[in-house]
């Protein structure tokens, strides 16, 4: 591995890092989008910030750059408090004219500027070890490098400063204005903090890409975790391995290493969407297959509670009488068997005092309409599950 | 009686949804130490009411005082339990976690809860009958449970005045009853708790103050005197008739 290959790794994963965090209260916050908007509006801030200092590497660019995200939060936020247009409705209006702006001036002043419009779109990681940071002729290292680490550095240490008022005004707005800690102030921290970011990935992935690193690994933590700290945790882990195997798969494919960590980012939400254990597609299905079986069962059990004529109890008579599909009907019957919970005589079905005691327990709870509570009672009863 | 203490007062409070009023000229003295229902019809302006009391809506006029001093400067004195609707209950946190919110306040900004901060959670979730739930995601609570998570979080924040957004909405009878005694013990031990309260026919059983609301104030009082079909036909609009059982 070459130095520079290692640069672009470690300028890729800083960024993961740093727009992991404040993705992960976007997302909780319902607010995915608003990074979209703010990546393309800050655009005419950069342009302007260029214009002043024709510096691509000044703070100033980050500022203007940044302020006009916060612009942007605030004139979605105007319009739609006029209840005049939706929410959402808001945000597209807003940042396709924020960047437009950033378009023209750019078209406007191609000659002396060298921005332009693919690498704002789609940024260009493999640039970012050329330009260096210089002083006194001693080289720093790549400047991107400082960007995204001075601004990781900021967002880590305001993490650990607001963790709680920002947990409690993303969980409960109402509660920590009465607790004193102002929703409005931690929104727009947040939002300042999401714009600041977005500039400082901007370089390495562009505008288009930046929205992939802050709300791909959050979603995908998300389906993972009950728990907030493990979410910013596991969003980190997933935006740094998906940065890192990205550059690797770029330099497998010959291809864009932004597009690339953007496809692994996708194929790890993916896997976990299909594959989580508790929220995973697979395991949802499952579930509610279960439940269906689990609840053809306690039908079948009241059924032959209630009966005690043999007739009632015969098992062609069963299948016409419920009304069930012979599938289902035998897989209800093979349950209960499993299950010790009735015997077949002669093709008549019986309680056993394990099903009737269940079955007891189970009328008692619908009476009291407690329905809820005889899934824990399965634990006890069941040996197979449905 | 003699001379009675209020707990909170409020003038002439007029609250507005884009500059249509939804609280006219409210004026509202609690006195301390009681058990007070809110009641009134939907949109009524009920939890309007104590949102503009908590400032978590700006009044378009009037001012409210908690002992004598502006909300802002009281806000360790008041505890706050929001409907249970308010929030996004598949927030990745566990009850214990929610519990310990009720702390914050007491913490200011920027310092984290420690050890103290988790015993006095434990302990109001002991009171409510949680503490086996602790370490439980609370999207995997019953809906009585989460609304007891609620009265935990607001027991943390040991106050002296509770404000209650319909605690008992959507809750089955065994957690009424054990919120209910939650309250008369709060009552008992000098607190003054308000409850948004919607079902008429427990009001003279569960409280012992009551605030009729409709937009406009209608009447405020002991429930023993002012707890009346003529009360309840001002607010309700129709002709109401509640049998009033001792």
Redesign the interface.
Known sequence: MTSAQLEIQLIASLVAIACAIPGTFLV?R?MALISDAISHSILPGLVIGFFITHDLGSPLLIIMAALSGVITVVLVEFIQKT?LVKEDTAIGLVFPAMFSIGVILISKNANDIHLDTDVVLLGELAFAPFDRLLIDGMDFGPKSLWTIGVILLITLSLLF?????L??S???A??A?????SPVVLHYGLMSVASVTTVGAFDAVGAILVVALMIAPAATA?LL????K??LLLSVFFGVFSAISGYWLAHWLDASISGSMTTVLGMVFLLVYLFAPKRGLFSVLYRNKQQQVEVSLLTFLLHLNNHTEKSERHINHLNEHINWQKVRSKSVVDLALRNNMITIDKNIISLTEKGKSFTDKAIDYIIT?DD?KIESIKEDFFLFRG | MGKQKFAVTVDDLTVAYNYKPVLWDIDLAIPEGVLMAIVGPNGAGKSTLIKAILGIIDPIAGSVSIYGKPYKKQRKLVGYVPQKGSVDWDFPTTALDVVMMGTYGSLGWIKRPGKKEKKTALESLEKVGMLSFKDRQISQLSGGQQQRVFLARALAQDADIYFMDEPFQGVDATTEIAIINILKELRKKGKTVVVVHHDLQTVPEYFDWVTFLNVKKIATGPVKEIFNDDNLTKTYGINYKVSVQK
């Not at chain 1, 400063?161 to 008022?165: L, R, T, W």
């Open positions: 909780l319902k209840k400063a607001f963790f709680k008022e947990k409690i993303t969980f409960d109402g509660l204005t009465a607790l004193g800690f998300y975790t009950d728990n907030l493990k979410m309409n809820s």
